[in-house]
Nanobody, 124 residues
Framework: QVQLVESGGGLVQAGGSLRLSCAAS????????IGWFRQAPGKQRELVAA????????DYADSVKGRFTIARDNAKKTVYLQMNSLKLEDTAVYYC?????????????????WGQGTQVTVSA
């Protein structure tokens, strides 16, 4: 069982930055692919970024490429999502999730464990 706890959300003006953290409860979380998803009101949950277990491979949604960076520190059992140049449309609840999959991990049903989410609100 892996417990994930997100933090770092909040209110920020458009163009600003936030860094989200996803802390895992167990050292074995280092074996999982970790993804950051987001869900805006009335919209489906979507994958924003994912990082492989070693941190060597990352994937990003087209909408955040060049603005968001995902990274992990396995020694600290933590995955980060650095979000720069935030836009109004980035407003959503952000979730981190863990998956055993090493390929094709782009859907929420590919993930086994989820955090409770953290709200990110971008204002004009």
């Amino acid at each position: 069982q892996v417990q994930l706890v997100e933090s770092g959300g909040g209110l920020v003006q458009a163009g600003g930055s936030l860094r989200l953290s996803c802390a895992a409860s167990v050292r074995t979380a280092r074996a999982y692919t970790i993804g950051w998803f987001r869900q805006a009101p009335g919209k489906q949950r979507e994958l924003v970024a994912a990082v492989s277990s070693t941190g060597a491979n990352t994937d990003y949604a087209d909408s955040v490429k060049g603005r968001f960076t995902i990274a992990r520190d396995n020694a600290k059992k933590t995955v980060y999502l650095q979000m720069n140049s935030l836009k109004l449309e980035d407003t959503a609840v952000y979730y981190c999730a863990a998956s055993w999959k090493t390929l094709n991990y782009y859907k929420d049903y590919d993930y086994d464990y989820w955090g409770q989410g953290t709200q990110v609100t971008v204002s004009a």
